[in-house]
């Protein structure tokens, strides 16, 4: 299994509604990252995850809250979000380092819409 | 802190033609990885090709090969026999070495550049 499984791919939300993304590999990489897209932007880093411990948060507001229960699962929990919070965000895994090996696998991104 | 600078918005090609993405950059660090990812309408980040600083030989994969220039930081990909699958975004990437630490886990983008290959 070389893959990353994001689900949903796509998401409608109130304000008031909280929801998850879920990231799943299968590859025994010990890296996990969020990433965020708005349209025709590069990705920017959200959070990382290294051996299941929290290594990197990109100074990200509250109402996103990490979460990675295991080795191959990554969630991102979602609360009170803003219509600004709209984009893509897409989950990736590596072995060690962005640059090692292979670097990075990205899955295909839940497509989230805040109304 | 390192920088990536893509200057080409958006390009195009003709099918079977070959067409050159740039992309320069900026660090003080001798040891480094860079990428170039593609990402089509299907949205997944696809990685193209990658290349080791500490490397003088440029790397290639199939139609895809690059330029690599370490004292000018430019690092171009050259995609050869351009075919409408390779239509997508394209972003350069930087990344540091493993022993450099949480700094190691990051990816830092250019802005990209929009590809189209024509019929």
């Known amino acids: 299994d070389t893959e990353v499984t994001q689900t949903p791919k796509h998401l409608v939300m109130g304000m008031t509604n909280k929801k998850s993304l879920k990231c799943e590999q299968h590859?025994?990489?010990?890296?996990m990252y969020w990433y965020k897209q708005k349209a025709k932007k590069p990705p920017e880093l959200m959070f990382v995850?290294?051996?299941?411990?929290?290594?990197i948060n990109e100074s990200v507001p509250s109402r996103f809250s990490p979460e990675c229960p295991n080795s191959s699962l990554l969630n991102l929990h979602l609360h009170a979000l803003q219509p600004e919070d709209s984009a893509l965000y897409l989950c990736?895994?590596?072995?060690?380092?962005?640059?090692?090996?292979?670097?990075?696998?990205f899955g295909s991104g839940t497509r989230l819409t805040v109304v | 802190a390192q920088t990536v600078t893509q200057s080409q918005p958006e390009m195009s090609v003709q099918e079977a033609e070959t067409v050159t993405l740039s992309c320069t950059y900026d660090t003080s660090e001798n040891n480094y990885y860079l990428f170039w990812y593609k990402q089509p309408p299907s949205r997944q980040m696809i990685l193209v090709i990658r290349q080791e600083a500490y490397k003088q030989q440029n790397a290639t994969e199939n139609r895809f090969s690059v330029n690599f220039q370490k004292a000018a930081k430019s690092f171009s990909l050259k995609i050869s026999d351009s075919q409408l699958g390779d239509t997508a975004m394209y972003f350069c990437a930087f990344s540091l070495p493993a022993y450099s630490g949480a700094g190691s886990y990051q990816l830092t983008f250019g802005k990209g550049t929009k590809l189209s290959v024509i019929p």
């Open positions: 995850y290294s051996y299941e411990k929290l290594s």
């Open positions: 990736a895994s590596s072995q060690v380092g962005a640059g090692e090996r292979n670097g990075y696998t």
């Open positions: 590859m025994g990489h010990r890296a």
